[in-house]
């Protein structure tokens, strides 16, 4: 048994024992109650992109004064909706000229590196505040406060992303190949900093840690906390001004939008055993369940069970297939990470602080309250489609069209399942060439879906390839139903 | 990288280039506007043949010049994340023993998936 207090009198007197989380399993499997005296911190690390990021920012006063209501730094909308020229810059916010490429958290990496950053902000005037406009540039110098506030960090655990439809998907776990041909996964496993104290018995409300590159704390918990899944995560806040960039990167995800990577270490204190065992586990003993991003859902089905070390191999088997692994945490600057809090601490900058308060761990994670239930396609889709044959002549399918005050007619083969789909521009098409066949006007490579999906996700999927409607067909391929643009705007207008 | 003037574009000539040298090419990439077009091709073949193959372009009017440089990682950028690695359909990508990323422009058949995911935008493709 040891305290907070002793192990800072070891630091002081140069005499701390400091090991890495990666090199703590060895030495404890060797001798779990010697590892447990002689240790007397173990620094963890994770670098990664972490979308509940941000900072606050106060500008000083211009003269005459503004109170600002819409800021743009950088062409990123801030929030401020705070005193007069307080603001919240976000790290997902994306520009207005520069869409995904470039976001707030690229203002906060370039505040940061001391870089200039555009500052534009308009007001509608106050007796005290009568300044309307402002335009101007600054620097991080210029600002008298600039925070780094994130309300959740450094999440516990992770669930591992796959795709299993036949279209590459832009996803916040980064880009996913089509049919399940590569798998990303987030945090840093055996050295990520809550997975070594996952009961939280050291880390806690005033937890000193490394953030950015400097010196920063542990505010409470994340928001999302979920400890009794495993999930619990940190809200922690530092000093911007004294950061650098090598640990805050603005980071775009392409198809998704921007966001920051954040680089957090956090030492944990060896007090007794129990918490030395924590700080021995190694990748093989941690579990992560890869989920099938193909579906759009909250609850995404589980494709496998896998641990940190089968993800770190580059490898992991699926269907008898070896399916390519990313990470999407950098381990390299984790490790960085561990290092600079290590030498911080053997300089005697660095000492440790015992917390305030216990993280809570029993708090529950709730999911949106939503006032109405989303319709299902099955509520909305057209039940008895028109359909035409591959064999059938033009007219015969322009006739139907008119007919039936249709744009669109799936075409079916003799067993009725789906082999294409013919528009009125289609025909109108085939008319202008003198083209007689419909199989060869017909789009062969139809955007199909299924009559339990969700009605938004469907509105999303003609979005993306830009059609009016998409045909609804059964396991077996065969045509249950049509749903048309015009079917969805009128359903969820009704809404 | 062959630069197809417009006067050509519509003509057949990787084909022709092909069967009059017995050489192999594989197309890359190609990209043809109405105006003119680039097409990259690797030649499999000795220096023997990439020669004839070139000099048979050149005769044709087209404007070839030889990519150095496949892949490229700004390792002033790179944060070795490791969400390029599982996209390269070749293997080009892969980690050090130290966990930084390695990109192997000699495997790299100038595909753009990587380029496009990168959350950092720190890789590139020479294209001049
Ligand atoms: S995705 Fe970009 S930042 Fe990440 S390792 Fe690859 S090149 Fe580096
Ligand atoms: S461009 Fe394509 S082939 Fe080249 S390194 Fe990137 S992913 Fe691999």
Redesign the pocket.
Known sequence: MKTIEEINRRIKNGEVVIVRADEMPELFEENPRRAAEEVDIVTTGTFGAMCSSGAFLNFGHSDPPIKMTKLWLNEVEAYTGLAAVDAYIGATQISEDKGFEYGGGHVIEDLVAGREICLRAESYGTDCYPRTRVETTLTIDDLNQAILFNPRNSTQRYNAAINSTDTVLHTYMGTLLSNRRNINFAGTGEISPLVNDPEYRTIGFGTRIFLGGAKGFVVGEGTQHDPKNGFGSICVKGNLKEMSDRFLSGATIPGYGTSLFVGIGIPIPILNEDIARNTAVRNNEIKVSILDYGVPRREKPIVKEVSYEELFSGRVEIDGKKVKTSPLS?VKISIEIMERLKELILDKEFFLTKPIQSLPRDTELKTMKLREEVPFVEDVMTKNVIVAHPRDSIITVSELLVEHGIDQIPIVDKKDKLVGIVTSWDITKALARHEKKLENIMTKKVITSKKDEYLDVVARRLDKYQVNSTPIVDEENNVVGIITLADINKALRRR | MLKFPSDVVDSPILAETVLKTGVLINILRAKVDYDEGTIVISILGDEEQQRKIVDTLIEKGIEVSRLEKNIT?DIS?????????SLCPTGA?SFNKDWS?N?DGEKCIRCGV?VE???????SIQEE
């Not at chain 2, 950028?77 to 690695?85: F, L």
């Not at chain 2, 995911?117 to 890789?123: K, M, V, Y």
């Open positions: 950098s | 990682n950028r790179c944060v070795d994340c490791g969400a390029c690695i990508i990323i990109v990587c995911a990168c959350p950092l935008r720190s890789l």
